[in-house]
């Protein structure tokens, strides 16, 4: 079925006649269903959504291309699939799974609609667990059990590559488990390809994945040599040619796992995963208004006009504002609208099929990511983005403000020697300052140029009820996000902090105390001596603005300012 001359919809013969009959006929209606934004990614998300309604109602998840980039065109064109979205691709490696008999979900529609958009909506998987929880729900499971499964998911992973489709996202979140059964289903398969044969580097890269993503709370090493046995046994019984030798294969492996560790997306799957719905988004207004869950349920229908970018003035063509607004409750929230003509970024958008985003669109997805780090920081009440042709970009972010809250600098000099009490607890927020700055930068996370000379502080201080006072990040704090770890960036931060919390009411002590907690050591080695040193003399001796002058010495082989694959406190 066509709709235009890009657009099209293709419909699972078994949910035809259930998606006429709730008026879904056309790519656009599907692209319409309302729904919860339950993951995103700059130009795709996944959504939950509901068709119909009683007994007969479909559960499922859709997932939304957004916009859809020649690159991304041209990619699945060169992997076989023609130049399609990466809904079509995935749509179809999930047929040839259903045909090879290869547990996944169960595709009910896909297409593009007339904007260019692309989606694929498949059904939910009943009762089904993600691989994480199920191990951490089996822990106190005795041994022999637990290697019982590990055998059957190695020998399920090996049935998938012996038909020739390889998993390059083999991650932990998307293997879910029926806990009745045991039946092991795998989702997104959107960069998968259909081989003739997957050849031994890609299956070892696949099980790289996996290795890297389940953290060793939850899967023992006898359990990890378990399922590579299962998965080598049944490739010699589908007489596929394999290594003989598990070490070698266990080796491989191993070697793969720890280069992918140094992704920040993958130590961020050994993380314990946030509560279901936690970072749940629903959509208002398009991408215009997005509220989340929680924020949305304490609304009860009523929107404030004052969210909605359609209600902002038309004059002054560009301007950028901040207001303290009531959020109900006795809650105040910090409210910054833009509007700017970005002619140059709209035309390369235009070219590259990539969307415009915002400096409020980023900052909502930095807070995202903080909070599925655990990093305490503000909430994230709702933010939006409009695009008015031709130049015009409208946005907004509403993040709930705490007006008790007082900047660490401030707190420190307030408490200086007043009483022994309070001399512990600004220890403990000095140590809980330097832990969290590590956790930031653990997830990506830098404090930008305009932040390194702010007087203001990085952190807040909150008095927390029957807690005592507490630490978290600003919200006035710029961040931005970088995909690999940024020694020289993270020493720049390092200083930054280190410079607002010195002064006559502190000691080096102090200092020394937050360098410790940032590089988590318990004592001072001759290697964090020297790098303190310097760092020290160097704070007393100009404003750190820049601290681009750093030797590669100074770095200590960039190992103590690397992120590890550990837990975080």
């Known amino acids: 079925m066509v709709d235009g001359i890009m657009a099209y919809l293709e419909i699972n013969p078994r949910y035809r006649e259930f998606c006429q009959r709730n008026g879904l006929t056309t790519a656009a209606d599907f692209m319409a269903l309302p729904a919860v934004i339950v993951s995103g990614h700059p130009n795709r998300h996944v959504t939950q959504v509901t068709i119909g309604s009683g007994p007969t109602a479909l559960v499922g998840f859709m997932k939304r291309d957004l916009h859809i980039s020649w690159a991304e065109r041209l990619r699945n064109a060169i992997a076989g699939f023609g130049f399609v979205s990466r809904s079509c691709r995935e749509a179809r490696v999930l047929r040839n799974l259903e045909k090879v008999g290869v547990n996944c979900p169960e595709q009910v529609a896909e297409g593009e609609d007339d904007d260019g958009r692309g989606f694929l909506l498949v059904r939910e998987l009943a009762g089904a667990v993600e691989l994480r929880e199920y191990l951490r729900a089996r822990a106190a499971v005795p041994e022999r059990r637990r290697k019982q499964f590990a055998r059957k998911l190695g020998q399920a992973l090996a049935r998938i590559h012996n038909c020739g489709i390889d998993h390059p996202d083999l991650y932990s979140k998307h293997v879910f488990i029926n806990p009745e059964d045991q039946s092991i289903s795998v989702l997104d398969w959107q960069r998968s390809r259909l081989r003739s044969r997957v050849g031994w580097p890609q299956r070892w890269r696949d099980l790289a994945a996996l290795e890297a993503t389940l953290s060793d709370d939850l899967v023992s090493s006898s359990e990890r040599a378990t399922c590579l046995r299962a998965y080598l046994r049944e490739c010699r019984i589908r007489k596929i040619n394999c290594p003989n030798d598990l070490l070698f294969s266990a080796f491989r492996i191993h070697r793969l796992e720890k280069r992918l560790l140094h992704q920040r997306r993958v130590r961020e799957l050994r993380e314990k995963p946030l509560a279901v719905g936690t970072q749940g988004v629903i959509w208002c207004d398009g991408e215009a208004l997005c509220l989340t869950r929680e924020f949305h349920d304490s609304l009860k229908g009523q929107i404030p006009d004052w969210l909605f970018l359609s209600k902002l003035p038309p004059e002054p063509r560009q301007f950028e504002r901040q207001a303290q607004v009531s959020i109900g409750a006795g809650r105040q929230a910090q409210l910054v609208c833009r509007r700017e003509i970005r002619p140059g970024a709209r035309i390369c958008g235009w070219l590259r099929r990539h969307p415009v985003r915002s400096p409020e669109l980023c900052h909502a ?205």
């Not at 972010?397 to 022994?420: M, Q, T």
């Open 365 to 569: 997805g930095i807070l995202f990511r903080l909070q599925r780090y655990r990093i305490p920081s503000p909430r994230l009440l709702a933010f939006g983005q409009c695009i008015v042709p031709p130049w015009r970009v409208d946005s907004f972010v509403l993040i709930e403000a705490f007006p008790d809250a007082v900047c660490l600098p401030r707190w420190l000099r307030e408490h200086a020697g007043v009483s022994p009490k309070f001399l512990k607890q600004s220890h403990r927020l000095i140590r809980e300052a330097g832990i969290l700055l590590r956790r930031i930068h653990d997830a990506g996370c830098y404090l930008s140029n305009e932040a390194l000379g702010n007087d203001a502080g990085t952190f807040q201080v909150r008095q927390l009820e029957g807690e005592g006072p507490a630490v978290l990040l600003d919200p006035r704090q710029p961040l931005h996000t970088r995909r690999r770890p940024q020694g020289r960036q993270a020493l720049d931060n390092i200083a930054a902090v280190l410079a607002q919390i010195s002064g006559p009411w502190a000691s080096q002590t102090n200092q020394l105390r937050f360098l410790l907690s940032y590089l988590r050591a318990g004592r001072l080695s001759p290697a964090i001596k020297r790098f303190a040193r310097l760092l020290l003399h160097r704070n007393q001796a100009v404003r750190p603005a820049r601290f681009s002058w750093v030797p590669r010495p100074l770095l200590l082989g960039q190992r103590l300012l690397q992120p590890t694959g550990r837990a975080m406190p």
